[in-house]
């Protein structure tokens, strides 16, 4: 049976103060160094550390601490104590897009544009690193002390993999921003750029595009086309619906070539609605 209440525990040199969140894969907390009193959230698999997969947990913990963006949360510190592995990162203490834009909620262009671009950077510096995120999500992209966005998560996804440890609720919440090919077991640079699409749209319309259970949204995504946004939004320009259903195409080949093309595409679309697509739009094939 896994400990799920560690508040007043130490891991590390950290204590446990309180907890900051819940996901199928790990528990977060806020925790104060003992000796510094300097603060970190400290990410705790669900995963147990066996014989078996000590060396892919600390072969992934050295990839993602390498990580270094300005977009990015940093992981400081990895650890095992009691079987359990546990992540020291950076504490972001203005929370997550999804606290700031709760579900339902829709934003406009002038606000999204800003949020890809930061987003996309750190996409395209990971995927240059050969590290693809597999969970892009509001709940994963945080604030920062100067408003700026970070991506979480990066790796605990392949961790939790490899554990071969899974919890289903967790799984439904993220299937709907999961790219067909990586629903099928092979993702790819552009199954971040497809999940970066979901995202988009939700803010566009207040809600994903595909909805019901794990295994009929799973489905759609793999064969069901989005609705149309300019249904529902009128006003939107044309080229900008392009430029996401481009993100959104069931073939990885007809994407974007890479996220920095994504999010260039989609602030030219923004900005210029009557630029010629032929200017926004290009294919080229991903590592």
């Known amino acids: ?20 969140g819940q996901g199928g894969f790990a528990d977060v907390y806020l925790g104060e160094h003992v000796y510094l009193k300097t603060q970190a959230a400290i990410k705790v ?15 992934e913990a050295q990839t993602i601490a390498r990580l270094k963006h300005p977009h990015i949360i940093r992981v400081l510190d990895f650890g095992v104590q ?29 606000t999204i544009v800003p949020y890809v671009k930061q987003l996309a950077g750190a996409l395209h510096y990971a995927h240059s690193q050969k590290l693809i995120h597999r969970d892009i999500k509001p709940e994963n992209m945080l604030l920062g002390h100067n408003e700026e966005i970070l991506i979480s998560d990066f ?3 392949t961790m939790a993999q490899s554990s071969r440890y899974q919890h289903t609720q967790d799984v ?45 949204i799973a489905s ?31 073939d990885p080949q007809q994407r974007f070539a890479n996220l920095q093309a994504f999010a260039n595409a989609l602030e ?12 926004l739009f290009s294919r080229n094939p991903s590592f």
């Open 82 to 110: 009691n079987n359990t592995p546990f992540l020291v990162m950076d504490y972001a203490p203005k929370g997550t897009l999804r606290q700031l834009h709760p579900r339902g909620s829709r934003l406009p262009l002038s």
């Open 172 to 216: 439904v919440g993220t299937v709907a921003y999961m790219a067909p090919e990586q629903i099928q077991g092979k993702p790819r640079p552009v199954s971040d750029e497809y999940a970066l699409g979901i995202v988009i749209y939700e803010w566009l319309m207040g809600s994903c595009p595909f909805q019901g259970s794990f295994t009929e």
């Open 155 to 157: 790796g605990i996804a």
């Open 45 to 59: 698999l669900h995963a147990q550390i066996t014989d078996d997969n000590m060396e892919g947990f600390i072969t």
């Open 1 to 20: 049976m896994i400990d799920r209440n560690r508040i007043g525990q130490q891991l590390g040199n950290y204590r446990l103060v309180r907890l900051l």
């Open 268 to 279: 030219q679309a923004s900005a210029h609605p009557r630029l010629q697509p032929s200017r």
């Open 220 to 250: 759609q995504h793999v064969f069901a086309t989005p609705a149309s946004l300019q249904e529902k939004l009128p006003a939107l320009s044309p080229d900008v619906e392009k430029v996401i259903m481009m993100a959104l195409a069931k």
